[in-house]
């Protein structure tokens, strides 16, 4: 089955500063790759995505890659600032158009502080 | 309209007890997945249920615990004969596969407390 391993488990920036999450995953056929981010006793909120058919894909702040090769996908965020703190979760899936869903399997998570 | 709504929000079970956690997913949404998270540690998945089909219990403890989700009504996670252990958040998650919309959005989970 699927293993996702995410690094580093914790990571503290200054304000202003990037910041970067690393996964890796293990099963080729993996082909969807989200991630997510849960503040202290909320739900986890999907704040990005990629698909396999893409290899990087960015909405302001955040940008995601995605290296099929090498089974390595990334969070980029930049110009952190104090709200960014949260736990941040990678996680990977098998979609099969018109047919089901494999589950997500996600990382263990990264804590990130940004410090003002 | 309304997300992913679970009840109850915490719950506190003794040892040797059951405990039934519920959770109704977005409306149209056919598929709902259950995970665990122990304090500190990450999502752990338990099972991936469509209508009155269970796709995938791969994460599921063989015994004591079930998981339905029936024609009509909530998803039901059921932990039989609590122990300590089993005191963690569960999270449920629901999506609806349709072309390019296949996000899963969570619900704000159920706390257990097994005492």
């Known amino acids: 089955g699927e293993n996702v391993e995410q690094h580093p488990s914790t990571l503290s920036v200054q304000e202003g500063d990037s910041a970067v999450i690393k996964c890796t995953y293990s099963d080729s056929a993996s082909n969807y790759f989200p991630w997510y981010k849960q503040e202290l006793g909320k739900r986890p909120q999907l704040i990005i995505d990629i698909r396999s058919n893409v290899g990087e894909k960015k909405d302001q702040r955040i940008a995601v890659t995605l290296n099929k090769t090498a089974k390595h996908f990334s969070l980029h965020i930049t110009e952190t600032q104090p709200e960014d703190s949260a736990v941040y979760f990678c996680?990977?899936?098998?979609?099969?158009?018109?047919?089901?869903?494999?589950?997500?399997?996600f990382g263990k998570g990264t804590k990130l502080s940004v410090k003002p | 309209n309304a997300g992913v709504m679970q009840n109850p929000r915490h719950l506190v079970r003794r040892r040797g007890q059951e405990a039934r956690l519920r959770c109704s997913p977005v409306?149209?949404?056919?598929?709902v997945y259950w995970y665990r998270q122990l304090p500190e540690e990450g999502l752990k998945f338990m099972v991936y249920?469509?209508?009155?089909?269970?796709?995938?219990e791969s994460g599921m403890p063989k015994e004591r615990f079930s998981a339905e989700f029936p024609k009509e009504g909530p998803s039901i996670l059921r932990i039989q004969q609590v122990v300590r252990g089993d005191s963690a958040a569960y999270f449920c998650?629901?999506?609806?596969?349709?072309?390019?919309?296949?996000?899963?959005?969570f619900g704000q989970g159920t706390r257990l407390t097994v005492v």
């Open positions: 996680a990977a899936s098998e979609l099969n158009y018109g047919g089901s869903q494999g589950n997500l399997i």
């Open positions: 249920l469509q209508k009155e089909n269970i796709i995938d």
């Open positions: 998650a629901s999506s609806q596969l349709q072309g390019q919309n296949t996000e899963a959005f």
């Open positions: 409306k149209g949404h056919s598929h």
